[in-house]
C-alpha cells in the first residue's frame, strides 16, 4: 500500500502552484520528491516523480518593502516544473506515460495564451513535442511591488520511452513558446534517481 496524502479536490498538477510550497517571490526549487496525492472522489493517485524545479527565472528589480529589513529582489516572472503519472486507487502501477507541466508565472500578465509549442533540446537531439495544453489561470489580485500574480499551468504527457531519454541525456533545455527553460546538472540527476526507482 502506498502513503498517500489524502485531497478533498485536486486540480491539475496538484500543489505546482500551492503557495504553501514554493513563495512565487522567492521562486526556489524544492528539491525533496513530492508526496503521491490521493483524490478520494475520484479514487486516483497522483504520484510525483520530481521536486518542483525553477526552469526559469526573469530579470528582477529590487525593492525596499516595510517592515523588512533590507531589499528584496523579485523576479519579474519564473516558470516551475513537475513530473508525475496517475494511477486508479492507491496502489502503484506502472504507467505508460509520464505528464510533464510547468506553472508560468508573470508579474506583467498572462504568456502562453497562443503560443505553446514545446521543444526539447536532449543532447544533440531536437525534439519537437507539440503544443502544451493549456490546463488552468489564475490571477492573484492586485499586489503592490510588483509580485507576481498572473499563473497559467501548461500539460503534456509523454511516453515513460521518451521521457527516459529525456533525463538521461547530458543536458536538456526546453524552448516553451518564446521561453526557454533548462534542467540543472542537480535538477537531471535528482529525475534520473526517481525514475531509476519508480519506473521500471
Given at each position: 500500500?502506498?502513503?498517500?496524502?489524502?485531497?478533498?479536490?485536486?486540480?491539475?498538477?496538484?500543489?505546482?502552484?500551492?503557495?504553501?510550497?514554493?513563495?512565487?517571490?522567492?521562486?526556489?526549487?524544492?528539491?525533496?520528491?513530492?508526496?503521491?496525492?490521493?483524490?478520494?472522489?475520484?479514487?486516483?493517485?497522483?504520484?510525483?516523480?520530481?521536486?518542483?524545479?525553477?526552469?526559469?527565472?526573469?530579470?528582477?528589480?529590487?525593492?525596499?518593502?516595510?517592515?523588512?529589513?533590507?531589499?528584496?529582489?523579485?523576479?519579474?516572472?519564473?516558470?516551475?516544473?513537475?513530473?508525475?503519472?496517475?494511477?486508479?486507487?492507491?496502489?502503484?502501477?506502472?504507467?505508460?506515460?509520464?505528464?510533464?507541466?510547468?506553472?508560468?508565472?508573470?508579474?506583467?500578465?498572462?504568456?502562453?495564451?497562443?503560443?505553446?509549442?514545446?521543444?526539447?533540446?536532449?543532447?544533440?537531439?531536437?525534439?519537437?513535442?507539440?503544443?502544451?495544453?493549456?490546463?488552468?489561470?489564475?490571477?492573484?489580485?492586485?499586489?503592490?511591488?510588483?509580485?507576481?500574480?498572473?499563473?497559467?499551468?501548461?500539460?503534456?504527457?509523454?511516453?515513460?520511452?521518451?521521457?527516459?531519454?529525456?533525463?538521461?541525456?547530458?543536458?536538456?533545455?526546453?524552448?516553451?513558446?518564446e521561453s526557454v527553460l533548462s534542467l540543472s546538472d542537480a535538477q537531471l540527476k535528482q529525475l534520473r534517481t526517481i525514475a531509476t526507482k519508480y519506473l521500471k
Amino acid at each position: 500500500m502506498l502513503a498517500v496524502t489524502v485531497a478533498a479536490q485536486i486540480n491539475n498538477a496538484p500543489r505546482l502552484t500551492n503557495p504553501d510550497l514554493t513563495p512565487p517571490e522567492r521562486a526556489e526549487d524544492i528539491n525533496k520528491r513530492l508526496d503521491p496525492v490521493y483524490d478520494n472522489a475520484k479514487d486516483e493517485t497522483t504520484f510525483f516523480l520530481s521536486g518542483v524545479y525553477v526552469v526559469l527565472m526573469g530579470p528582477g528589480h529590487e525593492v525596499v518593502i516595510p517592515g523588512e529589513l533590507g531589499k528584496k529582489t523579485l523576479p519579474s516572472s519564473v516558470v516551475k516544473m513537475v513530473a508525475y503519472y496517475r494511477f486508479k486507487g492507491k496502489n502503484n502501477r506502472p504507467p505508460g506515460k509520464v505528464t510533464i507541466a510547468f506553472s508560468a508565472g508573470s508579474a506583467f500578465g498572462y504568456s502562453f495564451g497562443d503560443e505553446r509549442k514545446l521543444t526539447v533540446n536532449a543532447g544533440s537531439e531536437k525534439l519537437a513535442l507539440g503544443d502544451m495544453d493549456l490546463t488552468g489561470r489564475r490571477y492573484d489580485g492586485f499586489k503592490p511591488y510588483g509580485y507576481i500574480t498572473y499563473w497559467e499551468t501548461l500539460e503534456m504527457p509523454i511516453d515513460v520511452d521518451l521521457y527516459k531519454k529525456i533525463i538521461n541525456s547530458n543536458t536538456v533545455s526546453m524552448q516553451l513558446g518564446e521561453s526557454v527553460l533548462s534542467l540543472s546538472d542537480a535538477q537531471l540527476k535528482q529525475l534520473r534517481t526517481i525514475a531509476t526507482k519508480y519506473l521500471k
